[in-house]
C-alpha cells in the first residue's frame, strides 16, 4: 500500500513570497490533516478535512495561510506571504475512518520549509 | 486546552539495554487516547503504540510497552532491549475530543 505522498520535499523561499505545498493521502482515507511541526517543536495541527469539508481550522493563520482539499482526495497549502517565522516541517498524515482525534494517522515525509 | 509535556528532551542508552520516555498530559475528559510516535531522522512519522484511558492494562507491542498512570495523568514508554533502528524523536500525543495534540517530543540515542 502506497503511503502518504508530499511534494516538495525541500524549498526555500524569500519572505514575503508564496509558496503552495502538495499531499496526497492513503487511497482511501477519508480525513486529511496539516500540520506545522517547527524545529525542536512537536508538529501542531493546522487544519483538519474529513472528505472534501473543512473539520478544523482553528489554528490556520488565515491571513496567510490557506488549504482546500478538492473531490476529497489530494491538498493543496499555500502561504501567502511567507513570514521569516513560517520556516517550518509541513506534515501531512491521513486516517481511514473518521475525523476522531483517536483513529491511528499516518504521516507523510513532510516538506521542509526555509524561509529567509 | 490539553497540553502534553515530555521533559526529557534527550535519552541515551546501550545497545541491548531498556530506557523508558516519560510524558505526562493534562485534561478534563475522562474518555480519550494517548499515542506514542517515532520520527526516525528524515523519514515519516510512524505510529508506535496506543492507549485507550478506559482501559487498565497496560498497552504492549512487541520489545514496548507502556506504564499508564491515569490518575497522575502520566504515559510513559518502555523500550525494552534497545536497537541501533530505535534511534528516532520520540512524540507522546493526546487525543480527546478534539484534535490530537503533541508533546515536544524526546530524543533517543542508541549508543553500539
Known amino acids: 500500500e502506497a503511503g502518504v505522498a508530499q511534494s516538495p520535499r525541500y524549498k526555500i523561499i524569500e519572505k514575503r513570497q508564496s509558496v503552495a505545498f502538495w499531499c496526497n493521502p492513503i487511497?482511501?482515507?477519508?480525513?486529511l490533516y496539516w500540520y506545522q511541526q517547527i524545529l525542536g517543536q512537536g508538529p501542531k495541527l493546522l487544519i483538519q478535512?474529513?472528505?472534501?469539508?473543512?473539520?478544523?481550522d482553528s489554528q490556520l493563520p488565515k491571513d496567510r495561510f490557506s488549504a482546500e482539499r478538492l473531490k476529497g482526495v489530494d491538498s493543496t497549502l499555500k502561504i501567502q506571504p511567507a513570514k521569516l517565522e513560517d520556516s517550518a516541517v509541513y506534515l501531512c498524515a491521513s486516517s481511514l475512518f473518521s475525523a476522531a482525534s483517536y483513529n491511528e494517522q499516518f504521516f507523510g515525509p513532510g516538506t521542509r520549509l526555509t524561509v529567509l | 486546552a490539553q497540553t502534553v509535556t515530555q521533559s526529557q528532551p534527550e535519552m541515551s542508552v546501550q545497545e541491548a539495554e531498556t530506557v523508558t520516555l516519560s510524558c505526562t498530559y493534562d485534561t478534563s475528559e475522562s474518555d480519550y487516547y494517548l499515542f506514542w510516535y517515532k520520527q526516525p531522522p528524515s523519514r515519516q512519522m510512524i505510529l508506535v503504540i496506543r492507549q485507550e484511558a478506559y482501559k487498565q492494562q497496560n498497552a504492549t507491542e512487541n520489545r514496548f510497552s507502556v506504564n499508564f498512570q491515569k490518575a497522575a495523568k502520566s504515559f510513559s514508554l518502555k523500550i525494552s532491549d534497545s536497537q541501533l533502528g530505535d534511534a528516532a524523536m520520540y512524540f507522546c500525543?493526546?487525543?480527546?475530543?478534539?484534535?490530537?495534540?503533541f508533546g515536544q517530543g524526546t530524543r533517543l540515542t542508541i549508543n553500539p
Open positions: 500525543a493526546y487525543a480527546g475530543a478534539q484534535k490530537l495534540v
Open positions: 487511497s482511501g482515507h477519508a480525513t
Open positions: 478535512f474529513q472528505n472534501n469539508g473543512v473539520v478544523d
